[in-house]
């Protein structure tokens, strides 16, 4: 089969495309301004990338235009179409389907698929899980919103062992089963990071309904994506959609601290479900570095790894959880995430600056919403201080670049989610609100810029010896890691 990618430079489609690629597709695709690093990836699988969504196109004649939801009926302020391909396709009457539609017919059918939601931590959450399924040898297929450090791609088929019949399933059953319900004969593991956002201008539905899942994870639930939901309501509807495709036989893994996916679940659900956190059946005990897991009270693993913060406690409970629904011991699963090397653009150090006095470390994180900002920056403050050395500043460089912040939707909320920070600096470029307002009862400890290389200059000409300088954004946030390095090693 041949299929043409709109948009595949995304993460989710060039996932996608790697994925066709490798079952042996003919792959081709296109977006506005090609991009690396994903066309770099995809044009080193041999996959033909154009620019632009020209009409033009349609030569190429392809059995499947694959639509992502960056794609619209948009038009330009002349009246012209923004996408004239995808009006090509509808005026032809050519076939096209969205991405989590042909993944679903094309790769997870007759797979056990794990899928990974939440409004925080699904990239890392399924990365982990997909590395504990690797190191306990079931090879499993994946597709990740990052790059997993321990994979270096974002995707994979696999093709691990299926679950044998009637292995028994060690799980907890509140809706009716037992621990002695046998795993039904399955195909082999894939695990997905499952996204709420919606599956293209065509089908408004989150993009994980298409996945059904034996084995679902519900991170956490919160608002977001202010462009295309109304309320956190509309949001838990669409989570409770996700838990309706969820077999009897399957497993829904949930955070039991969460008081939204307790109003998502007594919805109805017709699974076994397994919390975890605080008062739950799965718990963690001791530092975030090196911790016990317990389960209903019985010491069941122990996780020795390097990450730090409560959120990648949390997450290790939801991936151990979620992998012993495949026959994964608790006590594999927590050695195989010593090994975790966690995913890109998470914490990621990007490069340290020698001065006397002690070095100045600059970070890249994915943070973008207020939470995860909040928690990203607390984790990093706890690990400091944990350290025992004299107290090292934290600061905090960010953007507001995702639709729901660029609405100014959380605005209000960005003072509280900087509080670990000793300083904090807005790149406002592009926005619709006013930073300054609401960073304004931070006092001195915020400032706003609004261009990259003021920016730059700013937290460069403020850093300290021995400061940490973590960037957060969605986006690449116009190169200022490498930027702020080399002010910093120029000594500006």
Known sequence: MHIHILGICG????????????????????????????????????????????????????????????????????????????????????????????????????????????????????????????????????LVGGVPLDFGVSARLGGGPSAAPGRPKPASAPSGGSEDTPVPSVGAPFVIEADEYDTAFFDKRS???????????????????????????????????????????????????????????????????????????????????AFDVLRSGRKVGHVAWTLSGRHN?????????????????????????????????????????????????????????????????????RQLDGQGRQRERILAVFEPRSNTMKLGTMAAQLPWSLEAADLSFCHSGGLGWDAAAALAPMGERARVVDAIEPLVTQVASAAQPGDHIVCMSNGGFGGVHDKLLAALRAGR
């Not at 699974?271 to 718990?283: C, I, L, N, R």
Request: charged letters at 20%; hydrophobic letters at 45%.
């Open 207 to 289: 993009k994980f309904v298409h996945y059904r899942p034996r084995t679902a994870i519900l991170n956490n639930l919160e608002f977001d994506h202010a462009d295309i939901f109304d309320d956190l309501a509309a949001i838990e509807r669409q989570f409770h959609h996700l838990v309706r495709t969820v077999p009897a036989s399957g497993r829904v893994v949930v955070n039991a601290t969460e008081e939204s996916l307790r109003r998502v679940l007594a919805q109805g659900c017709w699974s076994a479900v397994a919390g975890f956190g605080e008062g739950a059946e799965w718990q963690a005990e001791g530092a975030h570095d």
């Open 11 to 142: 993460t989710f489609m060039g996932g996608v495309a790697a994925l066709a690629r490798e079952a042996g597709h003919r792959v081709t695709g296109c977006d506005a301004g090609v991009y690396p690093p994903m066309s770099d990836q995809l044009r080193a699988l041999g996959i033909e990338l154009i620019e632009g969504f020209g009409a033009d196109q349609m030569a190429l004649a392809p059995d499947m235009f694959v639509v992502g939801n960056v794609v619209s009926r948009a038009r330009l302020a002349d009246g012209t179409p923004k996408f004239p391909l995808m009006e090509a396709i509808l005026d032809a009457g050519a076939a096209y389907t969205s991405g989590p539609q042909w993944l679903a017919e094309h790769v997870l059918q007759g797979r056990h698929v794990l899928a990974v939601a939440g409004t925080h931590g699904k990239t890392t959450t399924t990365s982990m899980l997909a590395w504990v399924l690797e190191r306990t040898g079931h090879a499993p297929g994946f």
């Open 313 to 381: 406690q949390m997450n290790a409970l939801a991936a151990i959880a979620a992998a012993e629904h495949l026959g994964v011991a608790p006590a594999e699963a927590a050695a195989a995430l010593g090994s975790f090397h966690n995913v890109r653009r998470r914490m990621e150090l990007r490069g340290t600056v020698e001065r006397t006095g002690g070095a100045i470390t600059v970070y890249d994180d994915f943070a973008h919403h207020p939470t995860a900002i909040r928690t990203t920056l607390d984790g990093l403050r």
